[in-house]
Structures are given as structure tokens and as C-alpha cells.
């Protein structure tokens, strides 16, 4: 039997806004139900760049912590009763980072079996590192939620990471997609297939009068917050669906219930923080890794290059608003 070194190196933060130090710290070794991989590269979030600054009691990340929640790589190992995956199996996942799981920036993780799925041939291991979180949380709100249908007009608030993955599965089952958010992003959305609507130069009654003859939506997918979920309780149909992975703050009830419209709120991290769903997880990507080798669905992924010495770089540019596109942390390779 081979014999493995003991500790790998990972970024550790060891407290609110700490710099990221590089430290070895103990490999971990996996338990049963769990699937050690070797990270190629580690999606990052803005989610991350909260928890760093402690403004996501939500995520339940204690310090020290390592981050990143997203990760791309090949299985080295697999603990006992795991059938799913064999060892060089590249695989993907949202697996960490949070709940006081260990993150992906870090050479080796040990993660829930569940959480993982077959890496799209189709993808480089950075591509695919980008997926996991937008695509489960549009997913979720999309289709298992508002169970959105062919010919059905969705209306996309906002077209971040979650945006543009929204209009990729919308158009994939065959809805008619349109999407709200400033002129700069006119171009990404036509591009995409949805019909580009400008937040500053129209109003909600506007674009529901022009786009839905007064009718309103059948789903609107709130990805901003605020008055975007506002809009959105204006912007539906009767008896229509509105979802956000944003329903926070206090909002009227009011123009939704006019509607007998009905509201669902998507909390992705709610597996890995309860422990219990989490198959579902692995379920959905599997459908992600599906979408993408049919062409159906394709990442938004930053150009630029960041090492894995170079994370702190990735968080001040998301930080700084110069993306396009996720950015993603190589580890290894």
C-alpha cells in the first residue's frame, strides 16, 4: 500500500478580513460516505468574500476557516461505501466552505460523496469549477420550485452568475426568456437567447405592457434583492411564480397576493449547513453536466489567470467589480 504525506498545503483565514496564509496543515483522510479529491481549481464567490469579512452569519463558517465553496478535480480516493465514483474520476461539486466544512482552496478535501458529480468532458476543470453554486441555485428556483415549461415567458431579475444560468436552463426547456438588468449587460443577454431589457429606461408596467400584453410573467426570478423583488411581485401573472435567491429584507405582500401569485425562496447552502438533501445536489449536477455536453448551458468564466498564491488577488477584484464572469483559483496542475 502506498504510502500518502500527512499534511497538504491549504489558504487559511484565521479570522474576520485576516489576510490568506499559506500553511500545511493535516491531509485529511476520508470518512465513510466521503470522496477525497485533489483540487484543480476552486470556484470563487462573492459569498466567500462575506464570510471573510464576517457579514454571512448565515453561512455558519467559524475561523480559522479555509474558503471557497466551489471545486473542480480527480478523485485520489474513496471511503467506505462509496460506489458512485472510483479513484481518477474527475468530478465537480459544491462541497465546502462553509457550516465548518473545509473549503477548496486547499490542495486535498475530503467531501460528502453526495455533493459530487461527473466533471462534463466537454468543460476544463476552471470551467467546471465555476458551475456548482449558480447552476444549483438557478436550478432550484427554475425547476424545482416554479417547475417552469415550454413556452412559458420567464422574466430574469438581474444577470450575474445566477442570471445568465437562469436564461440557459429557462431556453433549454423551451421558455421564452426575458431579463432586466443595466445596458452593459445588453450584449451578454442577447447573446444568451433572452431579450434584453433596461432597468434604467423602463419601468416594470412598461416591460410587462410590451413584452406580455399586460398579462404579467409566468415566472420571475428575482436574483438582486430589494426593489428588483419588488418588480417582480409586479411583474407576474395571475396565479404565476415568483423566486429569489435574495428574499431578504421587508416587502409588501400586497401587489403578489393581487395576483394569487405564489413566492418561493432559494437557500442553496441549506444541505451542507442541515446535512440532509444533499444527494439532491449531486442529483442536479448531474443534470448541469447533462446540459452542458448537449450544448445546451456554458459557463460565464473570467479570462484572467489566478494562482493558487494568488487568491487574494481574485477576492479584491470581486470586491473591485472588474469581473466578467466567474473567477476561478487554480490549485494544482
Request: include cysteine; charged fraction near 20%; aromatic fraction near 6%.
Amino acid at each position: 500500500m502506498s504510502s500518502h504525506p500527512a499534511t497538504m498545503e491549504a489558504l487559511v483565514v484565521r479570522g474576520i478580513n485576516a489576510p490568506f496564509t499559506r500553511e500545511k496543515v493535516a491531509r485529511p483522510i476520508p470518512g465513510a460516505g466521503q470522496v477525497l479529491v485533489r483540487v484543480m481549481a476552486s470556484g470563487v464567490n462573492p459569498l466567500d468574500l462575506k464570510i471573510r469579512s464576517g457579514s454571512a452569519p448565515h453561512a455558519k463558517h467559524p475561523f480559522p476557516a479555509v474558503l471557497g465553496m466551489d471545486l473542480a478535480g480527480v478523485v485520489e480516493s474513496v471511503g467506505a461505501g462509496v460506489s458512485a465514483f472510483v479513484e481518477h474520476d474527475e468530478v465537480y461539486g459544491l462541497t465546502g466552505g462553509v457550516g465548518g466544512l473545509q473549503g477548496s482552496l486547499a490542495e486535498f478535501v475530503a467531501v460528502d460523496a453526495d455533493l459530487l458529480a461527473p466533471k462534463p468532458k466537454n468543460l476544463s476543470m476552471r470551467e467546471a469549477a465555476s458551475l456548482p453554486l449558480v447552476f444549483i441555485t438557478a436550478w432550484e428556483g427554475l425547476i424545482d420550485r416554479a417547475q417552469v415549461q415550454t413556452r412559458q415567458k420567464v422574466l430574469v431579475q438581474g444577470v450575474g452568475g445566477v442570471g445568465h444560468m437562469v436564461i440557459q436552463i429557462a431556453r433549454a426547456y423551451g421558455a421564452e426568456v426575458f431579463a432586466v438588468d443595466g445596458l452593459k449587460k445588453h450584449d451578454l443577454i442577447e447573446r444568451l437567447g433572452a431579450t434584453s431589457i433596461d432597468r434604467q429606461a423602463t419601468s416594470v408596467e412598461e416591460y410587462v405592457s410590451d413584452h406580455t400584453a399586460g398579462e404579467g410573467f409566468d415566472v420571475v426570478y428575482d436574483t438582486v434583492g430589494g426593489a428588483a423583488l419588488d418588480a417582480s411581485f409586479n411583474a407576474v401573472r395571475r396565479f404565476g411564480q415568483v423566486v429569489s435567491c435574495l428574499g431578504w429584507g421587508t416587502h409588501s405582500l400586497a401587489p403578489l397576493s393581487f395576483r394569487a401569485a405564489s413566492y418561493s425562496g432559494v437557500f442553496t447552502l441549506l444541505p451542507m449547513l442541515s446535512g440532509t438533501g444533499r444527494a439532491h445536489h449531486g442529483e442536479i449536477l448531474r443534470e448541469a453536466t447533462r446540459l452542458v455536453e448537449a450544448g445546451k448551458v456554458e459557463p460565464l468564466i473570467d479570462p484572467r489567470q489566478f494562482s493558487f498564491s494568488a487568491a487574494a488577488d481574485a477576492h479584491r477584484e470581486i470586491e473591485n467589480r472588474t469581473t466578467v464572469g466567474k473567477i476561478v483559483v487554480d490549485i494544482s496542475g
